[in-house]
């Protein structure tokens, strides 16, 4: 088993304990104390000592008694309160800034869209800014910004390789900092999107997680044993280019036919379509073609769904996870063809698996964002919230 992340080093013992119980708080509450005690191995001594700083600052609430505990005591479960604290999530695309606030609990309260005209970094940092600037009017509870992107992050700190943008070797955190005076997370845009599921969505309670996306990309996520499997280099479960029908279209990146890239994402499905019908189509008017009875947009569809399914049933064999999550920007044609998806599905998979355990998770860009918010929810709890 993988052993849990070591603290801050200088974070004392006590607000370690205190931060543990806060996040178990956050993932599972409302949860009785009694739970609370068993999940992390506290006395209810401990549990009490450890919680009365954060039921004080009001960060932790006392739901109403409605569980009576094996004494006959009523038992009132505790929580977070959701509006302790909101957080700003803002996803970068090539040309899109895309943000949303969210509380402590990661539900959205607010959107925002802007342009990115300029992607060089210091005027993305300043329209970061100003986002920050113009969120805080209505927001004043902002304690921190999440930022994730398509590419490579290292650290939490450096963008090593963002191709929509065109950077390399790019400092946001530090960049942002200089400008903006609330702590900045910043993390690739798939895990942080698999962390708002484990967290805060479909995957909420599970230890094990599968997370695939379908959109402008193909990706996949896997939390094993509560951890985000990152793999050398953050590199892990990379399956853009696998191939799922050899004799599929063409690779637009590399020399063969018929990867996970040339089959499921939003421009393949377009592609197909626009040589198919001999015209152009995009990819939300080939769906609607499809959906309206359109036999060339419904074979498309049927046919991506369906490779997707035969995907999702390797990574789950690999993976054996309790829940597994599809969504992405690009998934009203699993939507639409979801019989495809799941006749693929279980056709290819272990005949030991459970059927039930998928998710289909319709999303958009905003979700992404989502995504981004719950990085700066979890460097908050883990690192800047103040517990004792
Ligand atoms: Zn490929």
Redo the contacts with the bound molecule.
Sequence with gaps: MMSKPAPDRGTPPADASARSVALAVLRSGPVSRAELSRQLGLSTASLTRLTRPMLTSGLLIERRAELISRTGRPSRPLDVDAGHANFLGIKLTGSVAYAVVCDLKGVELARDERPIADPSPAAVVALVNSITESQRIDWPRLAGIGISLGGTVEGRRMVRRAPFLGWRDVALTDALSTEVDLPVSLDNDLRALAQAEHWFGAGRGCRSLLVITVGVGVGAAAVVHDQLLEGRGGLATLV??WILDPDGPP????D?RG????ILTSGAIAEQATSGLHRPVSFEQCVGLAVAGDPVAGRVISYAADRLGFLTARLADVFAPERIVITGDGLDYVVAAEDDFRQALQENRSTEADPDDVRIAPGDFFNWARGAASIAIRDYVLTDLPVT
């Design positions: 853009g280019h690779c637009r990146d590399v063969h990867c996970a890239s040339a």
